[in-house]
């Protein structure tokens, strides 16, 4: 899932929790206004042509719904699936937050394998060079 599709899908949570309604409450409509408003709260660079775009695959993949028929953009609710996508999306970022300094290095480490090979086989070579040199 993009990062796109993400911020919908969170701005629709965020508008549950700020409204403290429940997912069937919450209906937006995308129009050019919560498109910038989104692009502003979540620094993105959505436009109105490819929110078309995002919100096919949102809506096929059944993550948003239309409550009533309309427009393609019009009329949108989140499913129970979209609220299950950004809880954990949500709980990701805080797991990974939370991570200690050392757990931090070793999946550091872990994502960079080929890095940390190339290095340590550098490392071994120029050891071996001074220790050829010192005979």
């Known amino acids: 899932m993009t990062k796109e599709e993400q911020v919908i899908l969170r701005y629709f949570v965020d ?4 409204a403290g309604k429940k ?5 937006l409509t995308f129009n050019e206004n919560l498109i ?12 109105l042509v490819s929110i078309e775009q995002l919100i096919n695959k949102l809506l096929s993949g059944g993550y948003i719904q239309n409550s009533y028929h309309g427009s393609r953009l019009e009329n949108l609710q989140i499913t129970t699936k979209g609220i299950g996508v950004v809880n954990s999306i949500r709980a990701k970022e805080e797991q990974v937050k939370n991570k200690s300094l050392m757990k931090k290095i070793s999946d550091w480490i872990e994502e960079h394998k080929g890095l940390v090979t ?3 086989l550098l490392l071994a070579f120029i050891t071996v060079m001074f220790k050829l040199r010192e005979f």
Do not use: A, P, R, V
């Open 36 to 47: 910038d408003e989104m692009n502003k709260i979540y620094s993105t660079k959505i436009t």
């Open 15 to 18: 508008e549950m929790e700020k």
């Open 23 to 27: 997912q069937n409450l919450i209906i």
């Open 118 to 120: 190339i290095i340590g």
